[in-house]
Each structure stands twice: as structure tokens, then as C-alpha cells.
């Protein structure tokens, strides 16, 4: 069984300690809106080979012309993983018969790769960070895909898939956890929503891994690997490695040795299945595609690219910390995702920034138990950054106790109106008039006489009770501040 607790990931065979190897191949379909050799649309959900050219459907004679918006793309990807950008880049073929690939080869970045040598800081756990290298980023197309399910006797093939770019982001292995494993794919995934090279939708298929894993005796040299293909979440991608390091201890424990071959995992069954063997691999007879000249990048083009960066998460949650005074803890999930970071900059925009703390409080508590409620992205929240601004500022000048803001928050979440209006139209100003709440005190303490000698003999945990009595016959619009002090005096 695996050591959860430690950092060290450990598999506990019968004959010792084992430890796991991975390596992602991440497939992350570029943003843009034409192909990454034709015009084509790449929109998501159309009918099928309704987005297909003759490019993409390999007709005869048909010349691709490269996209210089996916050269952008990857380019600008591999400046936010610090990586090394190279200047000269070239496209090969990559040869294989298929019934979802018309033009019988596959246009890729073999040998000179448009990105190399990066790395991504991955967090997990208690705070703990690593470095996880990028060994290189290509460029290529995708393929189409088969429907089997539409017809008793033959397959179907969709083009609407083919020629979209992809960039193909391998890490070197590095990772020693499935946990690891999640957080890079996590981090990659945040890194490509904020540069917008890739929307990262998993469940779209934006944004798919391959899986390598092998054992070792810790401290030894790698074992063999296996692949596993096209893991499509975060979830399946742990799930996959935890059974498939097992599996490879079992049969190296069981005198059985690890063959290198490609593996499918099944999300229902939780496991991992053999596709082909490494003899069975294609020999993919790669060589530089004669229709394409060699790809070369400019300063201005690079200058440009670097230009327009994000500031991204790691930056962006140090200067939360740093400049803002947040926690690390808030400062991370505030900056996890785009979206996230928007809405609160957005709304540290009407608050300002010294109220900073106030307004993670509320996004982190509030809002985003309100969108748990109700099964929505923050994107769909039904409160605006200036709703919630104007909502913080009401309990910052007193009008609202913590209470009532809570009470305003949920008419605004029903009827989107803004919190002033409500507190306008339904009289929730809270009171700190002490001529009413001293009334309310006095018949509070009348009402429970047994209850007052009880605190005067010295049962001070009482006083929470008479908070509560107050601020109930009030409908929770008494100033609490107020409330605590009339009540010490009185009792
Ligand atoms: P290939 O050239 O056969 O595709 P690569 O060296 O490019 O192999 O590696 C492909 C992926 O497999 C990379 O993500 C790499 O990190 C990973 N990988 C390589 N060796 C191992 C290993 N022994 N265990 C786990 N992953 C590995
Ligand atoms: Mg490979």
C-alpha cells in the first residue's frame, strides 16, 4: 500500500519498497479559431464534417499554409514555462494508416521542436513545491474520430477534428506521486487558461495525457515503462497510475518482467489494459515535410509574444501575499484559476485595496458557498464584482451587522437587485439606537429571571444567551457591538 502521508510515495511489495516514475505527455488543443494548416473552423459541438477543407480532407494537390495564430500560441506557452523558445523549428511527417487520417501521415515537430528544456512549479500537499521539468513542446494536427455507434455494420469517421492544432507538452520524469501527477496536470492546465492558449476543457477533450509509468527499487536506475493513452481528468489520471505502478510491482514481485507497450485505462473498471506491445509500435518512417519550409522566429515576433503575457499565478499569488497581506492559503485559491483572479481583481477594484482581506473573506466564504449552492461557475455568478463591492462596503460603514449582510447577500443572489435597494425597500439597516435596545434588553431579561440569577451566581457562559435572545427580538438588525455593551452593563 502506498505511504499517502509522506511526502515520498512508496509501494510496499512483499519483497520491499518501490518507487513510482512518471511522465506526462499533455495533448492541449490550441485556441484559435482556424485550423493549424487550413481555414477551417475548429468551433466545438458541430455537426459532424460540417468543418472540413480540402486541406483537411487531404484531397489531392491540396498545400497546407501554417497558421502564424498556433505559432503564436505555442510560442507564448512555452515563454510562460520559462522554457527555451527556438528560433528555427521544422515540421515532419509522422507516417501510419488510418481510417481517421486521410492523409495517411500525421504533420508534427519530430526533430526540431518549436519549444525545449522548461520547467513548472508544482505545489501539493502541506505547501510542499517542486520543480517538474518540460522537456519539449511541438506543434501538430490532430486526427479525426470514429463513431462506432451509429450503425449496426460500419464505422463512421468525423474530419471536424482533423487538422486542429495541437501542442504536445512533455515533462521529463519527474513526478514520484499520483499526487504529483494531479498537481502538475492542475498547474498546466491554470498556466494555459491564463495565457489562453488552450481553454484546458478535459471533459471536451481540449486537454488529454499520456500516462508513463514505471517501478524501481528506490535510489536504482528506471525501470521500463508503459504508456497509458488519452487520460481525460485530473481524477482517471491518478486512478491510472495507482493501478498501474501496482500492477507493474505484482508482475516484477510475481517473477514476471515489465514489457514497454501502450495500455488503455477504463474509468469504469478502474484499470489499466494492454493496446500493443512495443513490437507491434509503428515504425513511423518520420521525415521533414517537403510542403512545408522551416519554421523561423523573428525578435519582433518573440518581442511581441512576451508582450503579451499575463501576469501569471505563481506571480500573482506572490503579490497577493506580498502586496495585498493575504495568506498563502487564500492567495492560492484566489489565484488557482483566470476566472477567479478576475472576478476578485474586479472586485478589489470597487473596494479598494485596503479592504483586500475583507473581500477574500467574502468570495472565499460567501460567494463561493453561494455558487456551490447552486451549481455555478463564478463566471455565471448571479452577483456582480460592484454587487458584492457594494455589499462589503454596507457592512464596512456599519449600515449591515454580519448577519444581515448574509440575509441581503440571499436577495441578491434571488433577484439580483443591488444590496442598497434592499436594504432600502425591506428597512434591514441595522439599529445602534440605545434607547430601542436597552426596551428590547430589559423585557428580554424580565421574560428570563431565572436565567439572570443563574449568570449573577456566576454562569457567564449565560451571556451568549442573552445575545441571541436580544438580537432575535430584534430580527437581527441590532448593531452586535452595541448589543454586547448594553447587555454587560445591564446584567
Ligand atoms: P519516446 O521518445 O519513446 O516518446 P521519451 O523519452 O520522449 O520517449 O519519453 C516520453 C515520455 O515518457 C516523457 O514524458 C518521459 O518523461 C516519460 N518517460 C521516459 N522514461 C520513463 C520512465 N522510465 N518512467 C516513466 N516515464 C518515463
Ligand atoms: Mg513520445
Request: proline share 4%; glycine share 8%; aromatic share 8%.
Amino acid at each position: 500500500m502506498a505511504d499517502a502521508a509522506a511526502s515520498i510515495y512508496r509501494i510496499q511489495g512483499a519483497t520491499g519498497a518501490w518507487e513510482v516514475v512518471i511522465g506526462l505527455e499533455v495533448h492541449a488543443q490550441v485556441t484559435s479559431r482556424a485550423k493549424l494548416f487550413s481555414g477551417a473552423s475548429t468551433e466545438f459541438g458541430a455537426e459532424p464534417n460540417s468543418q472540413v477543407s480540402l486541406v483537411d480532407a487531404a484531397m489531392p494537390g491540396m498545400l497546407p499554409v501554417l497558421n502564424g495564430e498556433c505559432v503564436r500560441q505555442a510560442v507564448r506557452t512555452g515563454m510562460a514555462l520559462e522554457a527555451r523558445i527556438n528560433r528555427f523549428s521544422r515540421f515532419d511527417r509522422k507516417n501510419y494508416f488510418y481510417a481517421d487520417l486521410p492523409q495517411g501521415y500525421q504533420i508534427s515537430q519530430l526533430y526540431h521542436p518549436i519549444v525545449g528544456e522548461g520547467e513548472v512549479t508544482i505545489e501539493y500537499g502541506d505547501g510542499e513545491t517542486k520543480s517538474v521539468g518540460i522537456e519539449r513542446i511541438h506543434l501538430e494536427q490532430d486526427a479525426g474520430k470514429m463513431l462506432h455507434d451509429q450503425h449496426p455494420s460500419f464505422s463512421y469517421v468525423d474530419l471536424n477534428r482533423s487538422g486542429v492544432a495541437l501542442m504536445e507538452i512533455v515533462s521529463k520524469p519527474d513526478m514520484r506521486s499520483p499526487e504529483e501527477a494531479g498537481a502538475y496536470v492542475r498547474k498546466l492546465r491554470s498556466i494555459l487558461r491564463y495565457v489562453g492558449s488552450c481553454d484546458g476543457n478535459m471533459e471536451q477533450g481540449s486537454m488529454r495525457a499520456d500516462v508513463n509509468v514505471s517501478v524501481r527499487r528506490p535510489g536504482e536506475p528506471f525501470g521500463t515503462r508503459c504508456e497509458i493513452k488519452n487520460v481525460n481528468s485530473v481524477r482517471f489520471v491518478q486512478a491510472a497510475i495507482e493501478y498501474e505502478a501496482n500492477r507493474q510491482v505484482d508482475l516484477i514481485e510475481g517473477g514476471g518482467t515489465v514489457v514497454q507497450e501502450t495500455r488503455l485505462f477504463d474509468p469504469d473498471k478502474c484499470e489499466t489494459r494492454s493496446l500493443r506491445s512495443k513490437e507491434e509500435a509503428h515504425d513511423y518512417r518520420y521525415f521533414p515535410d517537403p510542403d512545408l519550409l522551416p519554421l523561423e522566429l523573428d525578435d519582433a515576433f518573440l518581442e511581441d509574444c512576451r508582450a503579451s503575457l499575463p501576469e501569471l499565478p505563481d506571480a500573482k499569488r506572490r503579490r497577493y501575499e506580498e502586496r495585498l497581506g493575504l495568506s498563502h492559503y487564500n492567495a492560492s485559491v484566489l489565484t488557482a484559476e483566470v476566472e477567479t483572479a478576475r472576478w476578485f481583481e474586479d472586485l478589489l477594484s470597487h473596494v479598494g485595496e485596503q479592504h483586500a482581506q475583507r473581500a477574500a473573506n467574502w468570495l472565499m466564504s460567501d460567494l463561493f458557498g453561494a455558487l456551490n449552492r447552486l451549481g455555478k461557475s463564478i463566471v455565471e455568478s448571479p452577483v456582480s464584482p460592484r454587487q458584492g463591492a457594494e455589499l462589503i462596503g454596507l457592512v464596512t460603514d456599519g449600515t449591515l451587522s454580519g448577519t444581515l449582510s448574509k440575509q441581503v447577500f440571499e436577495i441578491m443572489l434571488e433577484t439580483g437587485e443591488d444590496p442598497a435597494a434592499i436594504v432600502e425597500a425591506r428597512g434591514l439597516k441595522q439599529t445602534s439606537d440605545t434607547g430601542e435596545i436597552e426596551r428590547v434588553i430589559a423585557s428580554v431579561m424580565e421574560a428570563n429571571q431565572d436565567k439572570v440569577a443563574e449568570y449573577r451566581a456566576g454562569k457567564d457562559k449565560l451571556f451568549g444567551f442573552f445575545v441571541g435572545q436580544t438580537m432575535k427580538a430584534m430580527g437581527g438588525k441590532a448593531n452586535p457591538g452595541v448589543v454586547n455593551e448594553l447587555l454587560k452593563k445591564a446584567l
